[in-house]
């Protein structure tokens, strides 16, 4: 038989490969078969294609399928090369021509930034007088707000906060109880109002009288902060003006109204009066402070020396034997001072009537303050004029001019003498000055109680403590400097 027997049989091995001289027009070359280039193990050395080993079986696919792409997707050509890799040309015009690259402008056209119709670029100029653009302008562009205008608020922004103005609280943060609880008038402390305000079971407040209002506003200047331990010293040339019953009343002042301890020192060197303002709860005087000095520890120790009346206010008694010869110096005193002001907020010293003493000195060079006690007397405030003299002369210039004058009446009615005069004879030497009218309870020369004063005796002696007290911001500035 020689029909197709005769031609050569194209026998394909397991993997669908030919293996004879017969080749498929069909079939691309090696070259070809693959996008990526692909060629077969056996191919690439030059080998044909043999056997029917069964793993090439699975490895490569059927005959007449395409063989899978590995690496990235090729790129899809408009010209019709699938296969071609490199940059995508430009479309347009001739593919043979097109180039890739930048974008070629017109003929003509200058490269650079695109130039604003109109004007040059650069900030959008603002016309002479304006601080912001006109309104209207173009198109996407935000209007700026107008002098005086508040900017558009955004709304439903996650993050933004109301901008708060300067000076004001911002109300998601103040708690305070000023703000969270509702005002109301304070109940009267005295007068017509009072008597209304009980009398009504306390349902009808008219609020509190000019005097109340003014009584309040003392108190607070009594209970300015304090730091450290601060001085007075209370002074006169003449005996018999209410200096000692001034140094009572004032302490007596101070220690019912602040929260710390007010102590006031006898520094007369002439068996002085003072602790007989309060009751007495001790026979200790300043000599035996000074004797047991060293074994003074704490508050409690310092206590066991000293008298205490109602007002809170403590006494430290001078020496009041006779026998004793030995003088209170300056030395003594500073050492009192030393050891007291770590105990006490306010300390008080009621001196002689000389200036020459040993221990004044001692006492002019620790005070804070000074202030001079004069009567309504003519011969009395020339005293006390004469004492602002003596201070100016020696050295003690600054003293004086931070100093406060009280006038103080020793008997009911003044006389034919002008007190105002005298006010302003002082108000032109001290810081300021204080009259204090005549209370019969200080006129019996006992022990100092406040409930029994009268209402224009306590409201003199709220003004006196508050003045004193306005310079207590000052006092620390001065010890740190100093």
């Not at 479309?91 to 402008?105: E, I, L």
């Not at 050891?339 to 005070?367: I, P, Q, R, W």
Request: glycine share 12%; net charge negative; proline share 12%.
């Amino acid at each position: 038989m020689t029909g197709r027997s005769d031609e050569p049989d194209a026998r394909q091995d397991s993997g669908g490969f030919p293996t004879g001289g017969g080749a498929d027009p069909n079939a691309e070359s090696s070259e070809g078969s693959s996008p990526t280039g692909y060629v077969a193990p056996d191919q690439a050395a030059g080998a044909p294609a043999t056997g029917g080993h069964p793993e090439q079986a699975r490895q490569y696919p059927a005959y007449g399928q395409q063989y899978p792409q590995s690496g990235p997707n090729p790129v899809v050509n408009p010209q019709g090369n699938p296969a071609a890799s490199g940059p995508r040309p430009v479309p347009g015009g001739d593919p043979n021509q097109a180039q890739s690259g930048p974008y070629r402008m017109p003929p003509g056209t200058p490269s650079g930034p695109y130039p604003a119709p109109g004007s040059g670029s650069g900030p959008y100029p603002a016309p002479p007088g304006q601080p912001y653009p006109p309104q209207g302008g173009p198109a996407g562009q935000p209007q700026q707000p107008q002098p005086g205008q508040q900017p558009p608020q955004p709304q439903g922004v996650p993050g933004w906060q109301q901008q708060v103005p300067p000076g004001q609280q911002d109300p998601a943060q103040d708690l305070s109880s000023a703000q969270l609880l509702r005002q109301s008038k304070r109940p009267p402390q005295s007068g017509w109002r009072r008597v209304l305000y009980l009398a009504s079971g306390k349902t009808i407040n008219p609020g509190e009288s000019p005097a109340d209002v003014h009584r309040r506003e003392l108190i607070a200047r009594i209970n300015q902060p304090l730091y450290g331990c601060y001085k007075i010293a209370m002074l006169s040339l003449k005996g018999g003006v209410g200096k000692t019953t001034t140094t009572a009343t004032l302490g007596s002042t101070f220690s019912s109204l602040r929260g710390d301890r007010v102590v006031a020192v006898d520094a007369n060197p002439d068996r002085g009066t003072l602790s007989q303002k309060i009751p007495l709860e001790t026979t200790a005087t300043v000599r035996h402070l000074l004797r047991d000095a060293q074994r003074i520890r704490k508050y409690s120790d310092v206590r066991s020396y000293t008298s205490q009346g109602p007002s809170r206010l403590e006494i430290l008694a001078s020496e009041q034997d006779p026998a004793v010869s030995e003088a209170f110096s300056e030395s003594d005193y500073r050492t009192t001072v030393d050891l007291l002001e770590h105990f006490y907020n306010v300390l008080l010293t009621d001196c002689g009537t000389g200036l020459m003493h040993s221990a004044m000195k001692g006492v002019l060079d620790v005070a804070d303050s000074l202030v001079i006690v004069s009567p309504g007397s003519i011969d009395g405030a020339r005293s006390a004029s004469a004492t602002l003299d003596w201070l100016d002369a020696h050295g003690y210039g600054e003293l004086v001019s931070r100093s406060v004058a009280v006038i103080n009446s020793v008997r009911p009615g003044s006389g034919k003498v002008d007190v105002d005069k005298l006010a302003a004879h002082f108000a032109s030497r001290c810081r300021s000055v204080s009259k204090i009218p005549f209370d019969p309870h200080l006129e019996e020369g006992a022990e100092v109680d406040l409930d029994q004063l009268a209402t224009p005796t306590r409201l003199a002696l709220l003004e006196l403590a508050a003045t004193v007290a306005d310079d207590f911001p000052y006092a620390a500035g001065r010890q740190q400097s100093g």
